[in-house]
């Protein structure tokens, strides 16, 4: 292997990568992912420990890139919405749905400019009644910019099952802002709780043990 080059492996949000850099004479620091493999040209004079981090923001930009592709390759969120939208008195304009893994203090977005709801990635894995309560939320600020009684009554009429919602989402936040500070048992614990939407898993709030 050249002098210049490196090859090792980096962990970027859970993504093992093998990293493959070669130093040149270049100005800026480039990178390219190829499945698993991120290739990073650097200039020879730029200090490893100023790199690291360079790389590190990189490798994450395209991992989460390439994940945002994938979220969108079904494309069944824009009729999701359609639905969500026809239960309005007069259905809010839809022109796109994207999933979207640059947006981490919201939830879900509505631009009245291009139409655009931007979704939180995380939302594609949940429960279904969760992307409709989160679709009705934002369609109805397009009626009621903030969060006025008439915004709530709006909402929790298009979509009954806002508070719930709401709730589980409460409860998302709260858990992941946490996880890692849980002690290893109790992470265990709570990835067996039982949360059965057909009500045959049992009582996970009962007095069970």
Not at 39 to 67: C, H, K, Y
Not at 115 to 121: Q, V
Request: hydrophobic share 40%; with cysteine.
């Amino acid at each position: 292997m050249p002098q210049n080059s490196l090859t090792r492996t980096i962990s970027v949000d859970g993504v093992t990568l093998t990293l493959f850099l070669v130093r040149k004479r270049v100005k800026n620091v480039n990178a390219r992912l190829t499945n698993t493999t991120l290739s990073v040209s650097a200039p020879f004079n730029m200090a490893q420990g100023e790199l690291d981090p360079i790389i590190a923001n990189l490798a994450r930009t395209l991992v989460r890139r390439e994940r945002q592709g994938c979220l969108n390759a079904q494309g069944d969120a824009l009729a999701l919405a359609g639905q969500v939208a026809t239960r309005f008195r007069t259905p809010p304009p839809i022109a796109s749905v994207l999933f979207v893994t640059t947006q981490q203090k919201r939830w879900a977005s509505y631009s009245t400019r291009t139409r655009t709801i931007r979704l939180h990635a995380a939302l594609r894995e949940m429960p279904r009644w969760v992307l409709q309560a989160v679709i009705a939320h934002e369609l109805a600020h397009v009626v009621h910019p903030d969060h006025s009684p008439a915004f709530w009554s709006l909402a929790r009429e298009v979509c009954p099952e806002l508070d719930r919602a709401e709730a589980f989402l409460a409860g998302v936040s709260w858990l992941g802002g946490r996880w890692e500070q849980l002690p290893p048992v109790e992470r265990a614990l709570l990835t067996g709780v039982s949360n059965d939407e057909s009500g045959n898993g049992g009582d996970p709030l009962g007095k069970d043990g």
